[in-house]
């Protein structure tokens, strides 16, 4: 996952294709609005990549769920067929205010639509991803509700940063357990194919706590539409990578840029990092 500049689509896949990467996950792009191009996601199949498409209803701002349905597929019809993703994600971190105004309700309305389309069109379809947090906080939550108290202390002294831990049992915790268990229990419903989450926790014993609740509880095969780290540990980065391969994660997209809190694979100006040559070597040595 690289932003590309739009004055160079190809930045991102060739950055891409240097550290050994199968898949490419572009810029979201909003049907509202669309003008039927892409850049960085003709840049990535002209380079061979695989996309995973994220699509949003609308953005930047948090997504407004589809008010013509009708509407909505049609366009979305027209994007499949233009780009032919390996994997379409509706929406992203859909249980976040930040990227969606909607309920859970209307998400898993506008997944069902999505994936029908998908379908049709020979696409396999996922939930935009649940935000790593709430990941770690229902793994935590699972735990307690079945009075294994030793368990979940023992997994949020591994899982949880600082701040998370000082609301754990907090009104917003509880708001956020209520919305990710209404998801995990429609995605299957509405037709997806995978289970999405997003992962920047660097304990690899709570990334297979996590994928093996979430298969559970969602009855779907998890990926990771977003991996990455806080840190600029190299260890880190194969330890997570062996995780994912140990468990047969089918798909798996780093989060290769700097974020607010995210620290790249590369630095801004296309120089691989130590964590980017361990990437690199890990693809190399497991997936030649």
Same mark, same amino acid.
């Given at each position: ?134 990941? +770690? ?21 591994? +899982? ?34 995978? /289970? ?10 709570? /990334? ?56 790249? /694979? ?23």
């Amino acid at each position: 996952m690289l932003t590309s500049d739009p004055r160079r689509p190809s930045w991102g896949p060739d950055l891409a294709r240097k550290l050994g990467a199968r898949y490419f996950r572009p810029e979201s792009l909003f049907l509202e609005g669309w003008d039927g191009s892409c850049p960085a996601c003709d840049a990535a199949l002209s380079a061979g990549l695989e996309l995973v498409l994220t699509v949003r209803n609308t953005g930047p701002e948090a997504t407004s769920p589809p008010a013509d349905m009708e509407k909505y597929k049609a366009r979305l019809g027209e994007v499949l067929a233009r780009f032919r993703p390996a994997l379409l994600a509706v929406e992203n971190e859909e249980n976040s205010g930040l990227f969606y105004a909607g309920s859970p309700e209307q998400y898993l309305a506008e997944l069902e639509a999505a994936c029908g389309v998908a379908h049709d069109k020979g696409v396999p379809c996922t939930n935009g991803g649940l935000v790593s947090d709430l990941v +770690a906080l229902l793994v935590y939550d699972h735990y307690r509700s079945r009075g294994e108290n030793a368990a979940a202390e023992d997994f949020a002294r591994r +899982a949880f940063r600082q701040e998370v831990r000082t609301y754990i049992d907090s009104p917003t915790a509880r708001e956020q357990l209520r919305r990710g268990k209404i998801l995990l229990a429609g995605y299957r419903r509405a037709g997806a194919d995978y /289970l999405n989450f997003h992962w920047y926790l660097a304990d690899a014993r709570a /990334l297979e706590e996590a994928v093996g609740y979430l298969e559970a509880a969602a009855g779907l095969p998890a990926i990771t539409g977003e991996v990455g780290q806080f840190t600029g540990d190299p260890a880190q980065t194969k330890a997570v990578m062996a995780k994912l391969a140990e468990l047969g994660v089918r798909v798996a997209v780093w989060f290769a840029q700097d974020g607010p809190k995210a620290r790249g /694979l590369v630095g801004r100006d296309g120089s691989i990092r130590p964590t980017g040559e361990a990437f690199r070597e890990f693809i190399g040595e497991h997936f030649p």
